[in-house]
């Protein structure tokens, strides 16, 4: 169920995003070159809009886009797989967690969970929007994920493969996204004070080899992050590229006729930051982010829908209230979910745009353990089964409707639709015009066209020229070849012109006219 709602028409449907098309482009120039767009030799970062992705996503889509060639479906698919993956193991790894031998959470119970678990996340909206398209988010997030399970494995059947897997995979998750650069260590640092007396039964030497490989793991990612930029980025989505703490403790401050050192102490620039910080932080838990409005990136919600069911609430809410009474679940396992749930959005409250579905994805994870608790105690209950049931369809009709039909009616630009018509007809009429000037209306069209064209990335790399960076610390490229991703306002004779149509009206996503 989970592969038919995530590979249905993936190849085509949602259009490729910059994003993605960056990610793509720049294995297939690996590929091609051994150098990524700007020519840099198999980097750690890549260099991307000015600002630097992390490279894990690049290198996993390497053998697809070789076998596959350049197309939507080989870049999604790194993630497809992996997000299925992620379902799988959070079932293995609920049953491993709420497992028990006393009598009011068995085997057969722990495994109903568990299944109930990976079914949520199957079917939640949030999961299946980032499992359609290269979103390094999720591909880092599943990596943690089976990491976790290999932990807990290894501490079951006391397997060090499985140790060393986990360090691995979870050490992994660095190179995909940055989040996970905050999640990761969390996630990693709990699991072993949790389990600590369990880990180092045996003597505490058994935690040199996990330790050595997690240091040699993270030790690259840390130098390049620092060489490529990594303050740039942060100074560019982070809390501080917000400026209106600082505006609104100067406006506080001029209120005041004689400023004094009690005025600047209550209307500092740094307890208005934190209260920004936490009411970022505590929106991520807000019903409107949850369960009615989601996101509000419209390339990351569908209408009128939030990142969940909106029946899911009273289960979430039941839920809750079971998992923190019952005692017949582990005080590690209580320790773990709720710690996990409280870190999740730590890294999208860190940025000046929150709450962020993408950045905060790693919700998804205990939020469908919790749903499935409260799901697990009306089981027995027929009718209210049946209702459940009717509930479940219906929100799945809906929130499938919403998506295929009328997300990109609503959010045309965010969706950038039409790109790969578009870029072969700009193709066959290239040699026929001095100039063609291409709308800017959609974020970065460059790489749209780099991708879609199959352009040579040779002869890229010595022409490639970022503009300078905006306000938050992004660039792009306005030339290559005859083509300028800008129309001017007086358009020179011998060009052909592609603008921006109103998709909603028109049906169309482009206009084109020539003089």
Not at 289 to 317: A, H, T, W
């Amino acid at each position: 169920m989970a592969t038919i709602l995530r590979f249905y028409k993936i190849g085509s449907y949602p259009s490729l995003n910059p994003d993605e098309a960056a990610l793509g482009y720049n294995a297939y120039s690996l590929l091609e070159t051994g150098k990524d767009e700007h020519g840099a030799s198999w980097p750690l970062h890549f260099k991307s809009f000015g600002d630097y992705k992390p490279g894990g996503y690049v290198y996993l889509a390497l053998p697809f886009i070789k076998i596959l060639g350049l197309t939507p479906l080989a870049v999604r698919l790194p993630n497809l797989i992996l997000s299925i993956l992620a379902i799988y193991y959070l079932s293995k790894l609920v049953f491993l967690l709420f497992e028990s031998k006393g009598p009011r959470l068995n085997r057969s119970k722990a495994q109903n969970l568990s299944l109930l678990s990976s079914a949520v996340l199957a079917l939640s909206p949030w999961h299946i929007h980032f499992s359609r398209g290269a979103w390094e988010a999720y591909s880092a997030l599943s990596l943690i994920i089976i990491g976790i399970y290999f932990f807990y494995s290894h501490l079951k059947n006391l397997k060090n493969f499985h140790l060393y897997l986990s360090v691995i995979l979870i050490s992994l998750s660095l190179y995909f996204y940055h989040s996970a650069r905050i999640l990761a260590p969390l996630i990693g640092l709990s699991l072993v004070t949790i389990n600590f007396k369990r880990l180092t039964r045996s003597g505490i030497r058994k935690l040199l080899i996990p330790i050595i490989i997690t240091i040699l793991l993270a030790l690259p990612v840390l130098f390049s992050f620092v060489r490529n930029g990594g303050a740039a980025r942060f100074g560019g989505v982070g809390l501080t590229a917000d400026q209106g703490p600082i505006w609104r403790s100067n406006e506080l401050l001029n209120q005041h006729n004689n400023v004094k050192l009690i005025n600047r102490a209550m209307h500092n620039k740094r307890i208005l930051y934190f209260l920004s910080w936490a009411q970022k932080y505590t929106s991520h838990f807000d019903l409107n982010f949850l369960f009615l409005n989601g996101d509000e990136v419209p390339r990351s919600k569908v209408p009128e829908m939030g990142q969940l069911y909106l029946f899911e609430l009273p289960f979430l809410i039941i839920g809750i209230f079971f998992f923190l009474k019952s005692r017949a679940i582990n005080k590690k396992t209580k320790t773990l979910i709720l710690s996990f749930l409280l870190f999740a959005p730590l890294a999208s409250s860190l940025t000046f745009q929150a709450p962020s579905a993408l950045r905060s994805l790693p919700m998804t994870i205990p939020l469908s353990i919790l749903i499935a608790y409260g799901l697990y105690h009306f089981f027995k209950c027929r009718p209210l089964l049946i209702l459940i049931a009717f509930c479940s369809l219906l929100s799945i009709f809906y929130y499938l409707d919403a998506y295929f039909v009328h997300s990109q009616k609503r959010y045309p630009y965010a969706w950038n639709l039409g790109f790969d018509q578009i870029v072969s007809l700009v193709e066959s009429q290239k040699n026929n015009y001095q100039n063609i000037f291409f709308t800017s209306r959609y974020d970065q069209p460059y790489i749209l066209y780099l991708f879609f064209s199959k352009y040579p990335p040779q002869k890229l790399q010595s022409q490639i020229k970022l503009t300078p960076k905006d306000q938050y610390g992004f660039s792009t490229v306005d030339r290559i070849d005859n083509i300028t991703f800008i129309i001017p306002t007086e358009i020179p004779s011998s060009s052909m012109v592609i603008e921006a149509s109103d998709f909603q009206l028109t049906g169309q996503s482009f206009k084109i006219y020539t003089k």
